[in-house]
């Protein structure tokens, strides 16, 4: 007596399959690794963004909740509670750069070249200088060279 799925050929590609997957489980298993590896680029960008989340959080928390106590509480808060928690919430706009500026070295030769008109000579570092005159140099390069 046969049965109905012995010659069914869908059940037998599974098998099949199964089979295949299991001999080539190894190969298959170090080429997934592979592409699950996190490069220090990546581990660097999320660091990055991580802190700027956190700043963002820690500059703009004492802000809602004054606003929150401003709202819900029925005695006015001290003008200068109010005034200093915004403060820090704007300190955010310009700590961002600077956090920028710390974890990105491009971004931060670029900043420097970009205010480096504005630091007075003698307080600019050798390295500092050059890298502005290469960076010159390289866009008279390409200046000439799209003229």
């Given at each position: ?8 050929p869908?059940?037998?590609?599974e ?54 106590f ?16 915004l403060?820090?919430?704007y ?23 970009l ?33």
């Amino acid at each position: 007596m046969k049965m109905k799925n012995e010659n069914n050929p869908n059940i037998i590609r599974e098998l099949e399959q199964v089979a295949r997957s299991k001999v080539n489980g190894r190969n298959e298993s170090k080429s997934r690794q592979r592409q699950l590896q996190v490069t220090a680029e990546e581990t660097r960008i999320t660091n990055t963004f991580i802190l700027v989340v956190a700043l963002f959080i820690i500059c703009w928390a004492p802000f809602a909740i004054t606003m929150f106590f401003d709202v819900y509480y029925p005695r006015p808060l001290p003008r200068a509670v109010d005034i200093i928690s915004l403060l820090l919430g704007y300190l955010n706009s310009m700590c961002n750069p600077i956090l920028y500026g710390v974890r990105n070295r491009s971004f931060k030769q670029e900043l420097l070249h970009l205010y480096s008109r504005f630091i007075p000579e003698q307080f600019r570092s050798t390295a500092h200088i050059l890298s502005v005159e290469k960076s010159r140099i390289t866009d008279t390069e390409n200046t000439c060279m799209n003229s």
